[in-house]
């Protein structure tokens, strides 16, 4: 079965530090890989998707299949990107359905 | 601006009570619309699928008759937990999906059941 693991549950850095959060995935198919960030008291929204290889908000995230990993990276942070991130995987050809991590919360720090 | 509607935001309620939450597409036709549960701390977990016009399709482990799924319509999907009690106190996510896009979610609704 898929699976999406976010080893770390908080993740705490000074600004201006670079940041990586952590996501690994188990799955036979062919994934598709997406973030998600939940500003505080705001929704979850999409951040990046492997397919597009943008760069979004300093952001970028390369889907790793040897080491099935799709870490989110960062290389200096900023106080506004405090928040939860969540990686999801979509699994190809099952109706369009999203497996998502436990979530990893951000912290920046002055 | 916002892509999805969902509401109520917050509801409390008492054991034994129906409890109806809407989502609703803004700014496109959703041909699918997903509902999630996430309890404090954890993941969303996807508890169905629904296709407009169709029965929703519901994961392994989701009581199909505790939690109905009406997709009536393009822009409209409603969730109601049916004889809800303490134990379905969570936190609902609709998310919408249009040809060719990611899915959108809404702010989520907050159930308390007492």
């Known amino acids: 079965a898929q699976r999406v693991t976010q080893p770390e549950k908080l993740l705490s850095v000074f600004k201006g530090a670079p940041v990586e959060l952590k996501c690994n995935y188990s799955?036979?198919?062919?994934?598709?890989l997406f973030w998600y960030v939940q500003y505080s008291r705001q929704r979850l929204q999409l951040l990046l998707r492997?397919?597009s290889r943008e760069s979004i908000k300093g952001f970028t995230a390369d889907l790793n299949k040897g080491e099935t990993s799709f870490h989110l990276k960062k290389p200096f942070a900023q106080e506004e990107d405090s928040a939860m991130y969540y990686c999801?995987?979509?699994?190809?050809?099952?109706?369009?359905?999203?497996?998502f991590g436990t979530g990893t919360q951000l912290k920046v720090e002055l | 601006g916002a892509v999805v509607s969902q509401h109520p935001s917050w509801v409390i309620c008492k054991s034994g009570t129906s409890v109806k939450i809407e989502c609703r597409s803004l700014?496109?036709?959703?041909?699918?619309m997903f509902w999630y549960r996430q309890f404090p701390k954890q993941s969303l977990m996807l508890m169905a699928t629904?296709?407009?016009?169709?029965?929703?399709?519901?994961e392994q482990g989701v009581e199909k008759d505790k939690f109905l799924i009406n997709h009536a319509s393009l822009t409209l999907s409603t969730l109601t937990v049916t004889s809800a009690h303490p134990e379905d106190s969570s936190f609902y996510i609709c998310?919408?999906?249009?040809?060719?896009?990611?899915?959108?979610f809404g702010d989520g609704t907050r159930l308390s059941i007492l």
């Open positions: 998310s919408v999906r249009g040809s060719n896009q990611p899915q959108h």
């Open positions: 799955y036979s198919g062919s994934p598709e």
């Open positions: 492997h397919i």
């Open positions: 999801a995987l979509k699994l190809t050809g099952g109706g369009n359905k999203l497996t």
């Open positions: 700014d496109f036709q959703a041909t699918t």
């Open positions: 629904s296709n407009e016009g169709s029965k929703a399709t519901y």
